[in-house]
């Protein structure tokens, strides 16, 4: 199908393609055998050019059954040695048709990646989350495109996680609302990149990490669940510092909204439910004896990127327990949490996010018209349109604009105000004979370091380095021939990563 075949390739193959508490015994690693002890149980990995790689370690119960739509429950421990060398199966999500992908509820594991010969090495860290519109593309967290072998390669130790999505991960009901102590519901996805954290920092020790020196990352709905967790009290003291690629930020965006309130998201779930068959009392009790599977299907599926980001229905919910307000009202109160912090956008984010809007010039007149408000002329004469094609056009960089760069800015500004060691960039490097320019996410291809792509050897480079030294020490200077300011509203200077790097003001 030729709009699911856009969306794989424009979002990056569907980007949109956790310490010091242990038993005696329990940090020990031997590197002969590359056996590590976890506080659930042994696990062994494999040694792969000098680093030892641990893949599908378990970190919450199987989601399943009664445990479907509830926070993540601990992990059944097991005697013998676990053998981790192969990834575990995505959480359930849409594919592209003729795809064949290991899926499973079953799917809260995460993979680790570590250079450490020994468990008092106190590595940093770095944890990923992975975008794809919080399941409503497939984003297959644990394929290559997300092998930590590049960045560990660097003297980190790198994982990345699994998390639910979809109605399996974003569902909020009523009848949730009332299973909850905290009367919440809609963000068990949230819950498991927690749980994951919790789990790193009780076991990544063992692994060689050193639980006081987390980094966490995210790309798209990745770097949007990395502004929940700088803003989200259940997240405080997992990890002490922050980065955000192209994470959607404004409650109500121009053309992408990155949370629901309370009311809407239950409104959308019942109407999920009834659609299931299910309208009445007993409800959630009836979805979950459905397969997932089901649930899958009955999830509208989105006719175009446009409609993806400007109608996502399963996606964070303000629930008053791990979201108290939106991400960005927060920010303008500042009450994120104060770490050393990097965020940035992509050149052209919006070109293939606003891919098949099929919206007429009256249309699009009309829509900027309600989404602006008092402020659409002045948007409609930035970005005037005579035409479907240039409709097109516009779209985009209204998305690049407003909804990515404006919001970086917006949320870098405040964190500047809270602690020093902010930095904003702007990706800008196009790939070889890609027309849709540095499009949203392709920083990743270079930054995982994907097989295959055609590139300037030294951006990759240049992108390993700054997301690793700022790990390290809270600051991306030292490999460049430039610095890197620290951001402020005053200067509002950024590095533009090219080919060459250049500071650059006017964001």
Request: proline share 8%.
């Amino acid at each position: 199908m030729q709009t699911r075949k856009v969306i794989w390739c424009g979002l990056v193959l569907c980007l949109v393609l956790t310490g010091f508490l242990f038993l005696a015994g329990c940090t020990r690693q031997e590197p002969a055998s590359g056996i590590v002890k976890t506080d659930a149980g042994s696990v062994s990995g494999t040694e792969q050019g000098g680093l030892w790689v641990y893949l599908g370690i378990p970190f919450a119960a199987p989601p399943t059954g009664d445990l479907r739509w509830r926070p993540p429950a601990p992990v059944q421990p097991w005697d013998s040695v676990k053998d981790t060398k192969v990834f575990s199966p995505v959480c359930p999500q849409p594919v592209s048709s003729g795809s064949h992908v290991n899926m499973s509820e079953d799917c809260l594991y995460l993979n680790v990646w570590t250079p450490a010969q020994g468990a008092g090495e106190k590595l940093p860290v770095m944890v990923f989350f992975y975008g794809g519109a919080f399941g409503q593309v497939a984003p297959f967290g644990t394929m290559a495109v997300y092998n930590g072998t590049t960045l560990a390669g660097k003297g980190v130790v790198v994982v990345t996680t699994n998390y639910r999505l979809g109605a399996l991960g974003f569902l909020a009901h009523p009848e949730l609302d009332n299973e909850s102590p905290h009367n919440s519901s809609g963000n068990y996805g949230i819950l498991d990149q927690v749980a994951a954290l919790q789990w790193v920092q009780r076991n990544i020790g063992a692994f060689g990490g050193d639980p006081s020196r987390v980094t966490i990352f995210g790309q798209s709905a990745g770097g949007e669940s990395v502004l929940i967790h700088l803003v989200s009290p259940e997240s405080r003291g997992l990890y002490q510092q922050a980065i955000v690629e192209s994470g959607p930020f404004w409650a109500n965006g121009p053309t992408i909204d990155n949370v629901h309130s309370k009311v809407d998201a239950e409104q959308f779930g019942e109407a999920y439910a009834q659609s299931l068959g299910y309208p009445g009392p007993g409800a959630i009790a009836q979805m979950r004896k459905l397969s997932p599977e089901a649930l899958i299907n009955a999830t509208p599926w989105p006719s175009s990127s446009w409609e993806l980001t400007h109608t996502l229905h399963f996606e964070p919910t303000i629930d008053g327990w791990i979201l108290p307000e939106s991400v960005d009202a927060l920010f303008a109160l500042h009450r994120e949490n104060p770490v050393p912090f990097m965020i940035g956008t992509n050149a052209n984010d919006g070109t293939t996010l606003s891919a098949n809007a099929n919206m007429t010039v009256p249309e699009y007149v009309a829509f900027i018209n309600t989404q602006f408000g008092p402020d659409a002329p002045s948007v409609l004469e930035q970005y005037p349109a005579n035409s479907t094609a240039e409709v097109q056009l516009r779209l985009a960089q209204i998305m690049t604009h407003y909804d990515f760069a404006d919001a970086a800015k917006f949320a870098a500004g405040s964190m500047a105000d809270l602690d020093r060691s902010t930095y904003l960039y702007r990706y800008s490097y196009i790939l070889p004979g890609q027309p849709n320019g540095a499009f949203h996410g392709s920083e990743t291809l270079l930054l995982f370091n994907l097989p295959g792509i055609q590139s300037d050897p030294a951006v990759g480079d240049n992108l390993v380095d700054l997301w690793t030294r700022f790990a390290k020490t809270g600051d991306p200077n030292g490999g460049m021939t430039v610095t890197w300011p620290q951001y402020t509203r005053e200067r509002d200077q950024y590095l533009d990563i090219n080919d060459t790097p250049a500071v650059m003001s006017g964001y």
